[in-house]
Nanobody
Framework: QVQLVESGGGLVQPGGSLRLSCAAIGSILSINAMGWYRQAPGKQRELVALITSRGTTNYADSVQGRFTISRVSAKNTVYLQMNSLKPEDTAVYYC???????????????WGQGTQVTVSS
């Protein structure tokens, strides 16, 4: 089965930058879209950014122009470069993948365990 392994969260001051990484492992043949969601305390999980296998990207309005999503399909890895971070970006960030085809399985959706991003002075 597929497993999404995230890294790169942490504490950063307002205006700073962080880069999140997520690697999908598990005898993977193909993945459609990969991306990031986030969930702040007391709020619903929301889409941050998504990138398809063709490179089409989609961003939440709140991060447009500050965050950049990229993907290395050959490595089944997705990145999120976060610049000009604000306190309201504080949340647990979850890696996401859909339509994952493995050598012996198909998964409609897969989620990482989450990584904490805290923006505070």
């Amino acid at each position: 089965q597929v497993q999404l392994v995230e890294s790169g969260g942490g504490l950063v001051q307002p205006g700073g930058s962080l880069r999140l990484s997520c690697a999908a492992i598990g005898s993977i043949l193909s993945i459609n879209a990969m991306g990031w969601y986030r969930q702040a305390p007391g709020k619903q999980r929301e889409l941050v950014a998504l990138i398809t296998s063709r490179g089409t990207t989609n961003y939440a309005d709140s991060v447009q122009g500050r965050f950049t999503i990229s993907r290395v399909s050959a490595k089944n890895t997705v990145y999120l470069q976060m610049n000009s971070l604000k306190p309201e970006d504080t949340a647990v960030y979850y890696c996401y993948a859909d339509n994952v085809v493995g050598s012996a399985y198909v998964r409609k959706t897969a989620w990482g365990q989450g990584t904490q991003v805290t923006v505070s002075s």
